[in-house]
């Protein structure tokens, strides 16, 4: 399992995220906006809320929202010209 280390919100329900490996690059969560445990993320403030959790090191918001650490992975590295390998 990948682990994430550090992560900032952009605009559009984007993060930004930097894996252990160096692996960085933004994420576009907008289509998951609004449907299901993501309709939380409409609250004002709550996507920023997002934080780095300490046992899974994914992403994850209160009330146990979390994605897949290797699934944000695969995504970033898909879009080479988005990732960066520090």
């Known amino acids: 399992m990948r682990k994430i280390v550090e992560v ?4 559009g329900f984007k993060v930004w995220i930097r894996f252990a490996d160096g692996v960085s690059g933004a994420v576009d969560l907008s289509g998951m906006a609004g449907k299901g445990v ?3 993320w409409d609250r004002p403030g709550f ?5 780095i959790d300490e046992e899974s090191h994914t992403i994850a918001w209160p009330g146990g929202i979390d994605l897949c650490p290797d699934s944000l992975y695969d995504e970033i590295c898909a879009g080479s010209s988005k990732a960066s390998n520090a």
Do not use: L, N, T
């Open 47 to 51: 996507f920023a809320s997002v934080f």
């Open 38 to 40: 993501f309709k939380a």
């Open 8 to 11: 900032k919100i952009e605009p």
